[in-house]
């Protein structure tokens, strides 16, 4: 097939782009950005819902809603644009043909196919099991198919990721090691693997048995099962994004990793540990031994998180060493001062690495010790929790990338840029109230996936206090402001992709300033790196981790004694 | 940069600058911690799960649980028996479409074997104000000894989505002096 490949020659980064390479990501980051539109407006009508005030749907269309909303947006936006990042992480990158461009539109194919059946069978009314479908709650057969014609497509996506690893080191496209945003999207692409057999390993036979030909699936099992595909996707996001990062972090500034060993090492306990979360869903679960929770919870003594808090020095720290190699280096913080604010890639970038960390990161590690999990598993705290990784951390990761990627893969201007530059903050500033107030509601015992706090129609009566809907209601508004930003993100790249100036074919974009420079810092620079801007922001995130890990301690001594 | 070949062929032997290496070293040593934590508690702390549980079929359940309602019933409220077992008992809480059955009245300061199934599909025992809140499936019987420590009544919410009656799926624990 390499005799059908045609290429062209990237003006801004002087790499080779595969044109069918050019065209899958072009199509995976369209429809992505379709199911965002389309998933972010259930979200929408969800928190309208949740806001007491307001109470937007009846009952039976929220919980349609908001099955709809998890799966439009934590799957299928998510996985579709994931698969345009590993086709660019391979292909691009590395300047080498696609492996199997066809296997990858067949992948394209029935991705698309499984997530609109799954829709139709949401949008239907019989299948409102939320997006964990848990057994024995039975949804009609088609959502289950969906799902896993949807998996099987990103599967072969990802094995077609592989193939083109394979055809770029046997055609010397590259010299040396991979770069480290391919190895991190290599990471992502080893987890989808062990994400999607966990997934077909469970919903097929559960397909089966909500058609009759099984009569039984343990519960609990399923649960174990399940989450081995429900967390793990996560993490394929985590992998995926801390490679956004990376990348942003080097066509923005140039930036090289401090250290390619410590990053590389720092991806490579994601692959080592991160599938043992399934656990975080099984802490209060009958039938679990507490040395199975603790294990897995932990990831193995947290080598898992030791992973992210490295890259949560080293992606900032390689940002100040680029920028004091430029001369921004007065005081502590004028390379971050001086950063440019403007480019929606890197404010984008910036608040999604700040966000995951300080609202995500931490609540996460929290929630998922075995004991503090008790006053937490299955409130609002949950979504505040996810709301934190994967919308502040992923979903602003990925749009900031596709500030880059509209100029640079589908060769149009950026139109609207003054709403392009607001767009990172309205958004990131929105869902980190969303995860801030759902956690705040959480704390206060809320619980999650549920349409009416009142229990107006509840055969005795109970009342959550009223500090409860008062953090409902700022939810509500903080999500307004979110799902403005979504729209604001939407218009943008929907018009420029349609309507914006087509760029020459040697025409560098003028923005998002993407300044090409070498690597600014050296080999062996270990001696004389200077990072103390990133130092103090670690310590503070340190101190903010240790102070909220120990509160929860205090919160949880003070609950009736349990054994 | 990130997005090309690392600069040094042989990058795996570049030193590590020292500030990578403490944080590193913290990082790893406040993740020993926090794991550590967990089991210390176990030792030391007064709310863990037990992690008893038995296989038990809902009929069966729902057998032991007439049981007791049969010789502790005390009043009725809202067409709910309020039961209040003896101290020490086992005592049980059946979590159907879409109630929390029966309504249990404990006494203060003393320990009971609460024993958690399902009839049906998931639930999720969610005691408020208290905020504890525990996973209820079929078929697993999860024991939970617990020990109220203030009077007052104590909504059951049901955190688990369980279908259209889930927002309805509300009971009541009194605890007692």
Redesign the interface.
Known sequence: MSKTTEFRTCPTTGLKVDLNAERLIKANAVVAVVFLAIGGLFGLLVALTRWPAVHFLPADWFYLALTAHGFDVLLVWIIFFEMAVLYFASAVILGSRLAGPRWAWTGFALMLVGALITNVAVLKGQSSVMFTSYVPMMAEPSFYLGIILFAVGALIGVFVFFGTLVVAKQEKTYEGSVPLVTFGATTAAIIAVFTIASGAIILIPTLLWSLGFISYIDPLLYKTIWWGMGHSSQQINVAAHVSVWYCIAAMVFGAKPLSEKVSRMAFLMYILFLQLASAHHLLVEPGMSSEWKIFNTSYAMYLAVLGSMVHGMTVPGSIEAAQRARGLTKGMFEWLRKAPWSNPAFSGMFMSLVFFGFIGGISGVVMGTEQINIIMHNTIYVPGHFHGTVVAGTTLAFMAITYLLVPLIFRRELMFRKVAQWQPYVFGIGVAGISMFMMGAGTLGVARRQWDMTFADAALPFDYPSAAFLMMGLNGMAAVMAAVGGLMFIVVVVSSVFFGRKLGVDEKPSYPETPPQASISQYGNAETLKIPGTVMLVAIFFIAFVLYYFVNWKYLSEVWPLS | ?????????I??K???????LI??I???V???I??F???Y??GA???????E?YKITAVRFAEKAQTMIDDHTVRQE???PVVHPPPGSDVYLIARLW?WWP?LELEKDQSYRLH?SSM???H?F??????????V??????V??????QAGEY?V????????G???????IYVVE
């Not at chain 2, 940069?1 to 062929?9: G, Q, Y």
């Open positions: 940069m990130a997005i090309t070949p690392p600069s040094e062929r990058w795996w570049e030193p590590i600058a020292k500030i990578e944080w590193i913290v990082a790893f406040w993740g020993l926090m794991f934590m967990m089991i508690w176990h702390g007064e709310q863990n799960l037990s992690n549980a809202n067409n709910f109630q309504i958690l049906d599909w998931q999720g969610s005691l408020q104000p208290v905020n504890i809140n525990i996973q499936h079929p078929g697993y019987d999860m939970v000894t617990v020990k109220p420590d909504g919410v049901c955190n688990e989505f369980c279908g259209i889930h927002h309805n799926m509300v009971g009541k």
